[in-house]
Nanobody
């Protein structure tokens, strides 16, 4: 099993930046993807970004394109989400995820098996 530990959330003003980290325990297979989902109060969870463990291909939700950057350091089994130009609507609990993927990008109804605990990001206006 894969275990994930997220960190890096906090409170910032609009326009600010945060970097989330997610450390994975154990070896992540090459046919897996790592990524981030978020869930705001009263809203459905939303896929934010993911990265392929095989070739580092990336995918971003339209709402974060150009502002967020996902990356990974395989030597450290760590994934990052650099969030710039944050907006109040980015306020949510962010979860790191991992699972096997057949194709890229993962389907819109992708439901990853492995979830880390959430980390809260609060953006004030």
């Amino acid at each position: 099993d894969v275990q994930l530990q997220a960190s890096g959330g906090g409170s910032v003003q609009a326009g600010g930046s945060l970097r989330l980290s997610c450390v994975a325990s154990g070896r992540i297979p090459d046919d897996y993807a790592l990524g981030w989902f978020r869930q705001a109060p009263g809203k459905e969870r939303q896929a934010v970004s993911c990265i392929s463990n095989s070739d580092s291909s990336t995918w971003y939700a339209d709402s974060v394109k150009g502002r967020f950057t996902i990356s990974s350091d395989n030597a450290k089994n760590t994934m990052y989400l650099q969030m710039n130009s944050l907006k109040p609507e980015d306020t949510a609990v962010y979860f790191c995820i991992a699972d096997w993927v057949l194709r890229w990008p993962p389907p819109t109804n992708w439901d990853p098996r492995y979830w880390g605990q959430g980390t809260l990001v609060t953006v004030s206006s």
